[in-house]
């Protein structure tokens, strides 16, 4: 399981500029990882010329809720740039294994850092 590194000055100044969005994490499926709680911030711009890559982490908006953001680790990639993705926290995490795939222009950006 891969870890995520703390907001830097940079980070942070990137977030004033409008480079990065918060968001709050809400629930368990990314335990040990994140807390329910904990800020991240997310580059919305990440996947605008390349795809997400695995074990990246990702929010997404889900398939059949597209008001609900998520955060998830993407655990496989297609060549049409859907990924399959999961939550840290097998047991406690609604993610690809009941909404399938989820396609590109669902994926909001890359979690780069923990907010601080």
């Known amino acids: 399981m891969s870890q995520i590194r703390n907001s830097t000055f940079l980070d942070v100044l990137l977030w004033l500029l409008r480079q990065r969005q918060r968001f709050r994490v809400e629930g368990v499926s990314m335990l040990p990882l994140l807390l329910s709680g904990e800020e991240v911030l997310v580059d919305r711009r990440a996947y605008r010329r390349s795809l997400p890559a695995i074990k990246d982490l990702v929010v997404i ?11 998830k680790r993407v655990i496989s990639t297609r060549q049409d740039g859907a990924c399959f993705v999961q939550g840290d926290n097998l047991f406690q995490s609604t993610d690809s294994r009941v909404f399938g795939w989820v396609e590109p222009p669902l994926i909001l950006g890359r979690v780069t850092s923990r907010f601080l």
């Open 61 to 71: 908006r889900t398939p059949d809720q597209p008001n609900l953001w998520l955060i």
